[in-house]
């Protein structure tokens, strides 16, 4: 029973690679694929607000903050020092976890819906002066001519063959994610979300796991814009409104916080979004009332109804089991 | 000495809450802390285990200073705790909650657990047998797999303690550790913590279970309006005049 279950699992994945694989082939024009590697790049930032948010309870909206963050760092090492993408994109970690430490020394302080303000203050502090350094960053006028990534002579130079970098990127956040929330570091994040006195004594240093939290979402946002910046080869401060970490916040609620596949279900709302684009501004209003929607009826998400699912489904089949136990005589003779 | 307070006062604006206390705990003992509701027992537990910062006085444990420090560090230390109202991290079940306390046991390092996966695995496993003694000194090891809070109230209090004793404390502060149980839980809980004590942790205990804490205990101190009253053993306290006005009021009153 265990075996096939798990067979049945390993077949549905490797069926699932094999169409993730397949999905430039799949997807009519570049466009399409284009899409598919902001949905990539989307997951990744929602990954790590998982962490920060869903698992240690740490609201972080400065997402977006960070996400320009990483897309600088790479922007400007690559035009001004010639740095290629394997160099900017540990540069860039570095900075965004530096910053990281600094958007998350609020949480010792303040809490919850206070702290979400904190930090949605600070984002728009990085914005800001991302616009007004102008010697620096040339403000609104963007940086153009960021080269695309190579590897042994490989060049990443089409939207195609992007796709496989970020689909890469984005197995291995997941993989990382799932390996930091999974052990020691996920349970010392719940404790803090769950109960932060008692976590507090039952040894868990809060304030360290609450900024570890907030670099480690901070980081994948920044990576998320490493990866922005040479695939679009252009950057402004446009792109990182305050709109893309209310985005990610969507994202992730509606897939389920608290759970990484959550970010992946969530991903397909960066597809919707496309397909909402006539309605302009009336997106904002899609995002809240299904934020509204998600608190009020399902606080896990899609996710959460899943596992809702899942476990009815689990009961049910004990209580046939144990029907079928009861009913039979302890002979096991035929009914 | 293990545990040392000396003339601790906690005062919260006019309040004061622990008046000029003084109180010792030899290793190995079982220590209760009684009195009438309000009398400063649990605040004396917050400030000893760091929740709050003393306004006079401090409190020492083997002989170094903790007062002042922050409450994860005392826990490192060796003083755990449990709490008077449950609090069970909810979204994890009997073994995670246990688990949680072992986290400063843990060797491996934040990258390791980036890239290393096989070191962590093998971290985990060791963790999660240490977490199953522990399971088992509480007699709740079928329950691991269990979400903490869907379990009847007296094994999450078990469950409680088990996240206490995992810290591998030398001194465990217990909170009204037999509230709401009924008589044969109680029973139970008490061979637990007299198995606690032979394995060579200290309690100290808050309770109102008189019956328990005459039964139990070692030592017993009694507070009233924040100022300790008495102390010393069961039957001396409890023939003691004023720790007896304390509980029922004088006579002609």
Sequence with gaps: ????????????????????????????????VRILNMTGLYILISLGLNIAMGYCGQINLAMGAFWAV????????????????????????????????????????????????????????INIILVNEEKITRGA??????????????????EQKYYYLVLVAVILGYLIARQITRHRFGRAFRAIRDDYVAAKAMGVNTGFYQILAIVISGVYAGVAGVLFAHLNTYISPDIFEFRSTLFVLTMTMVGGMGNLLGSLVGGI?????????????????????????????FPGGVMGIAQRWRERQATRLASAAEKEEAGNPPSGEVR | MLLEIENLTMQFGGLVAVNNVSLNIQEGEIHALIGPNGSGKTTIFNVVSGYYKPTGGVVRFRGKQISGLPAYRITALGLARTFQNLRLFRSMTVMENVLVSLGHHAKTRFWQHVLDPFSVRREEERLKEKALETLRVMRIEQYADEQATSLPYGLQRRVEIARALATEPTLVLLDEPAAGLNETETAELRDILLQIRASGITVFLVEHDMKLVMEISDVVSVLDYGKKIAEGSCSAVSCDPVVIEAYLGKEGE
């Design chain 1, 70 to 125: 990483g897309a600088y760092t790479a922007a400007l090492l690559n035009t001004n020092f010639k740095w290629p993408f394997w160099l900017t994109l540990p540069a860039a970690m570095v900075i965004s976890a530096i910053i990281g430490v600094v958007v998350g020394l609020p949480s010792l302080k303040v809490r919850s819906h206070y702290l979400a303000i904190v930090t949605i203050g600070l984002g728009e502090v």
């Design chain 1, 141 to 158: 006028m963007g940086i153009p001519g960021i080269k695309r990534p190579s590897l042994f002579g490989f060049t990443f130079n089409s």
């Design chain 1, 1 to 32: 029973m265990k075996t096939r279950s798990t067979l049945w699992k390993t077949l549905a994945l490797v069926a699932f690679l094999a169409l993730l694989l397949a999905m430039p082939k799949i997807a009519r024009n570049d466009y399409q």
């Design chain 1, 269 to 297: 709302l960066v597809i919707l979004q496309e397909a909402l684009r006539t309605f302009k501004d009336w997106q904002l209003v899609f995002y809240g009332v299904a934020v509204v929607l998600v608190v009020l009826f």
